[in-house]
């Protein structure tokens, strides 16, 4: 009797060890799948701290310092609330271009900014106001800032893709550049929709 | 079950039967039977033997039969089988190693899964992945960034309200004092108690509209003021995150507490190792969910003792970077936006880049420390110019002995009309010195204040003794020798009294220097101490060789010095083994000796330190 209860025992004591070696292991397997591997990353970690409309900038803090993008980096559909995470990379098909994608306060991601394809009717370079067309809005008029009135990158009569970025009570329309130039942009456009 | 578990072959060991002695039944066999045993007939013989074997063979069967049936008991007891004991513990066991399976099965489920993930990871990090060059940290300054985008305004009626919502918001954030930005909105809303009036009956007509004020908050400031008009309290978000970021400060208080109580109890002490402390420093950093200046304004008097324990750590982190940024040693390597600052200064060293490059670090704690080392270093350069100013200066030596707030002093003093002007940048000192060194806990307004200070003291020095900034370089220094004061103090005696090129010493002797510095130190309390001291280290720096020669510390102060009492060895031996031994700093095994030479000896147990140091001299070169 004696030594079965010792064998038993010692069975029980074994397992007890085997148990703790078990979840010491799952810890380590759980910890070392979040781990980065080497030096190579996908992205850096930010939070959003606030948005100037005059300038256009948003102003980001990664690792402790602060940084300045323009809008034109950013590619959801509306502006994240201050103290909120955002995630930057740069664009998998061009290495040089940097996004900026937009997470909730809960952790939700915000949804990619829908294409919008306009059709400028005229131009008003003094008082720096375009009246355009598009399908879903109608007829309606869009402000310039001055940089771009200098560049002369909108060329009336011309549909041209834009990305809507909604900052109430303001959106904005971010000159959207294909890399795909052998089609039409309006067939993208189409197949976006 | 319980009956499988015995072997059905079951051999019994005799030698487990317990013996029973001879004597017992036969008797000793003594002399006179002896002699009566060979005298007597057969027929007594073999009486004599019959009973005996009939006597033993009795014995023995009882005994077999005593055994075997305790075995037949043990097997065939119906107690074993049902032994209520036995069953627990067997099922027991039994469900353990059940789940044990499972576990494992599951655990080694999930480890191919992790390492199929891994993998999977690996290859996308290999494909798309971003070396540290990089990184997507962008390289615009505050004023690059041009607008792009084309804009319009959904409803022009309900804009308005929603501007001046947005309006109102900033008033909250801002607080009950006035600010020059909040002119346009004092020209329609008056003062900051109506501002929470209207605030409300805009909330209401925007939800109203279907509108969303919440979508409307969009800087720190507005966020506040969204918290008092929904909370009625500014800081109760700011609570978590704040509490994380303390917590996180007591952990690295609790690793590295030695140290921190070192670094601010007495400033005659050696400084003391700070590298861990400062990596540690840094992962904290990295990882604050909210920004350094902004801690002080929701703290309990608990967390605030918390925050000025750990504010000498802070001030270390601050310092390795500005050393990182100028081109001195540093333990933790720059990324980002310091680094962009680090290439403009090494493109043309000058305070005039700093000042410039300093500009896009905003309003921070690392902006202030650099102000200050840049306001530090031209007011070294003033007095270098002009001895007149400080009491204690030569020309030609170099100032070690000025820090920032004792050499504006005296400038200021020596000089009239800079009496007042500079008042402001000696406020801004004593803000940076007492967040550095006494725990003054800051308001996160104060750093534009000071920061304000600091740029127009050190127009103002530049201007009125006309010092270009472009043509003053900074610097470089060894971290651990010139960093405080006390050190330079030391540096200039040693200078005075035994006339040695400390650059030379730092090339060549850099750790007997060290060590024997901090000895100097240690025994500055005791005169007697103090006085052998000194002899030793006269002794050894006196002579000039080792200083001059890569090699001269072994040949020079070994041959000269110590080997004259030691045992007759070769030095060639000595210099061919500490060169193999650590090939990055030749001199480094001598200078070893040396140290724990000067270390350990005391006047009484000098000749003991000779003989330990022959012995190990010995064991090197295998005598």
Known sequence: ?193 | MPAEKIPNNLTIDLNSIPEVNPDYFVGPILPEEHGAFHDNTESNFESVVEEKSNAQNNEEIALWQSGLDSIQQFIESPTNENDPRVMDILEESTNNLASLGDEAEDLVSTANEGQRLRLEKLQHELRFGLQNTDLPFSNLKKSEVQPTALWFEYDPINSQYMRNFQVCLDMLGSGPHQNNEMDDFQKHFGEYESALSTAIKLKEELEKCNINPSQLVRTPMQRKGWLILAFGDSNKPYKLEIELTIQGMKQAYLKHKDVLEQLNSDENKYPPYTKPLVEDVAKFHKELRCSIEEIPTTLSSEQKQVLQKFLPALDEFYKDRIDAIVGNECYVPLAGRLKQVQEAVFKSRSLATILEASKDLDQTMQRLYLLHWVAESLIKAVINEKQHLHPLTKKGEPVYHVTAGSGLYSIRKNTSPLLNSLEDMQGAITFRNEIAHKGLVWAPEDFKVHIKNYEQGIDILSQHFSISLAEVSPEIESKRFDKRPHMKKMHEKLQQEFGIDINLAQKYARKLLENSLSDYLSFETNPEALEQKTKLIHKFIENGEFLNTEYGVTHGVLKNKLLKNLDSIDLSGIKIKADLRNKKDPHGLSAYLIAKLINKAKAEEFDEEYKKLSQIINNILGK
Request: include cysteine.
């Open chain 1, 1 to 193: 009797m004696s030594r079965l209860e010792q064998a038993s025992n010692s069975v029980a004591q074994r397992t007890k060890k085997i148990t703790r070696a078990l979840v010491k292991a799952r810890k380590n397997l759980l910890e070392q799948e979040n781990l980065q591997t080497g030096g190579s990353k996908l992205y850096l970690r930010g939070t959003f701290i606030s948005f100037e409309e005059a300038s256009q900038r948003l102003q980001i803090r990664i690792e402790g310092d602060h940084y300045y993008y323009p809008l034109s980096d950013y590619y959801g559909s509306w502006i994240p609330r201050p103290n909120s995470p955002v995630i930057i990379t740069r664009m998998a098909t061009n290495n040089k271009e940097i996004a900026i994608q937009g997470f909730d306060r809960q952790g939700l991601s915000i949804p990619y900014s829908e294409i919008l394809a306009l059709e400028v009717r005229s131009v008003d370079d003094r008082n720096g106001v375009i009246a355009a067309y598009s399908d879903e809005i109608g007829f309606f008029q869009i402000n310039l800032p001055e940089s771009i009135i200098e560049k002369g990158a909108i060329v009336p009569g011309k549909m041209q893709l834009f990305r809507r970025v909604t900052a109430i009570p303001k959106t904005f329309l971010i000159p959207h550049h294909c890399n795909n130039t052998s089609r039409n942009p309006l067939d993208i456009y189409r197949m976006t929709r």
